[in-house]
């Protein structure tokens, strides 16, 4: 259990998702947004009132970013799409991918300048035909091939570095990122996480640089040192099929945690709700997209 102030409970009167993925908290309206990969929805719930709300996007919205004119980055199978949030509309669509029916996009992150890094995956979950891409004014292009699930994204305060998670590996990789040019500058190392139970998920980070990493099928919420990869602290759930986590809050010391369904088995239980926990720990705010 991480050095909190209150054990992880559900979010009252979220919605229950089959597959929950890539919560953001946006401070300046104060509502928190994920997305349900298999329910073609995204998710919002401001925290003031406990008010739930979804937009239908899709097929397959696997994550949710906020641009710069108040609207919604949203990644769907092959394309980036930038939604008005208050009616799910699609605005215009940003970019499209061309993988091949069999792969999808995945999680993705706005970087501190404002492009959106977006990896795509082989949906029968075998194969490393995704990729990850960089999305700016000059367009889409690739950083990085052979990937199977691109999963985890999150940057160093100061943007020098990027943590990157492909799930099968069951590590994180740390690359030297470009931040003026958007590319990856080569490995600096890896975070191995295969003495955990589960694959790593989603992550975000928190204002004194530790990555936090969901294992999916773990049920539990790693923190990890940056300097020498060790997981210093975790945080551990009722629900088995933890996907991703952010920081929100009015503090910023509020931890959100996406969970999935079990799909092969009816159950009752806590799985596919959204978690929180409050922590001594503060987080980061997300950067937002320019497009």
């Not at 908290?25 to 979804?54: C, F, K, M, N, Q």
């Not at 991703?244 to 596919?272: H, M, N, W, Y």
Request: proline share 6%; with cysteine.
């Amino acid at each position: 259990m991480a050095s909190g102030l209150s054990k992880p409970v559900t979010l009252s009167n979220a919605p229950r998702s089959i597959l929950g993925e890539g919560p953001i908290w946006l401070p300046d309206t104060g509502v928190l947004y994920w997305v349900d990969i298999l329910g073609d929805r995204v998710h919002s719930y401001r925290l003031s009132s406990g008010v739930a709300e979804s937009i239908k996007v899709g097929p397959y919205p696997s994550c949710v970013m906020p641009n710069d004119d108040g609207n919604l980055v949203v990644t769907v199978k092959d394309r980036v799409i930038l939604v008005n949030p208050r009616d799910g509309s699609v605005i215009r669509t940003l970019a499209t991918v061309n993988e091949g029916a069999g792969n999808r996009f995945n999680d993705c992150k706005c970087d501190p300048m404002g492009r959106l890094v977006a990896g795509t995956m082989d949906m029968g979950e075998r194969n490393p035909t995704g990729s990850l891409y960089v999305l700016d004014s000059a367009g889409l292009r690739k950083i990085l091939g052979s990937v199977t699930i691109s999963n985890g994204i999150a940057w160093s305060g100061d943007g020098s570095v990027m943590y990157y998670i492909d799930s099968p590996t069951r590590r994180v990789t740390v690359f030297k990122y470009n931040k003026g040019e958007g590319a990856l500058d080569g490995v600096i190392g890896y975070f191995d996480l295969s003495s955990f139970p589960g694959v790593p998920d989603g992550m975000t980070i928190d204002s004194e640089g530790y990555p936090w990493v969901a294992l999916y099928g773990g049920g539990r919420v790693l923190r990890i040192n940056p300097v020498n990869g060790n997981v210093v602290d975790q945080v551990e759930l009722p629900a088995q099929f933890t996907t991703s986590c952010t920081f929100g809050g009015v503090d910023l010391k509020t931890l959100f945690i996406t969970t999935a369904t079990d799909r092969s088995r009816q159950t009752s239980g806590p799985d596919g709700y959204v978690f929180s926990l409050n922590l001594n720990i503060k987080g980061t705010v997300v950067n937002k997209c320019r497009f």
